[in-house]
């Protein structure tokens, strides 16, 4: 039997194309989906008994039934596709910008302690300030429009994604760094075979925190500066006292980035962790 690694020694990095050990999973998809939509349930349910035994005016809180009417008038009128493809095309936009710009950043400070040294207290600050604080400086700047929304979700994203970043590259053992370049690796090389796969666990943590405050910003951002997206349905319901088109455009907000991060984002994080071998099988 081989002896236990010693306390604090760095875990090894698998070779490439190495089998990794995967945790055998616990239950079937139908158990798994069932643990998934049963809060979603309850809360539902609880909704619709706390409506109903208040008496409250739909106007005020609608019932589950007036708000799932709402949502079919939506998606049969179209309204529904035109809202959720502007609000996903200015994500999608927002955040290939975010990790195109955030991911060098991050691991040129995590790489250089003089720059992280210099530039660690400003990105502290402006993750405080990133996404909403923006918005009329935006709409200064960029107008009304797409611009300005696709710029708050970048904002928005930017600084988390640049300082978990920062992070995972600090993470990443010096010996395994040093041994790189005594082996001849370039600057490019140094990037894309050792920083980058090894702060990418963290990447991938920020990428999830991110996105949540992206998807906030977009909200805030098309309130004021759009005439297309769920944010702008909101504040549209509003003005027409459509109180079960605001709770029914709120539903498709929480439900959209509830999926991406539970179904996308949260599995590739996952196996991100996994590939890399920066945690046991165990948990």
Sequence with gaps: MSASPARGTAPAVPRP???VPRRGRTGSWAADLTWFVAPLAVLVALWA???AATGVPPRVFPQVTDVARALWGMTA??????????SLYRVLMGSVIAVATALPFGIALGASRALSAFFSPLLRFSVALAGIAWIPIATLWLGYGDGAVVFIVWNAMFFALAYNTMLGVRRIPGELVRSARSLGAGPWRLFWEVLLPGAMPSVIAGLR???GYGWRGLVAAEIIATHAGLGYALFLAQTSFSTDVIIAAMVVIGVLWLCTDRLLLAPLERRTVRRWGMTSGEG
């Design 17 to 19: 194309g190495a089998a």
């Design 49 to 51: 008994a706390a409506v």
């Design 77 to 86: 009128s179209g309204d529904l596709a035109r809202h959720l493809g502007a």
């Design 209 to 211: 925190i991110g996105l």
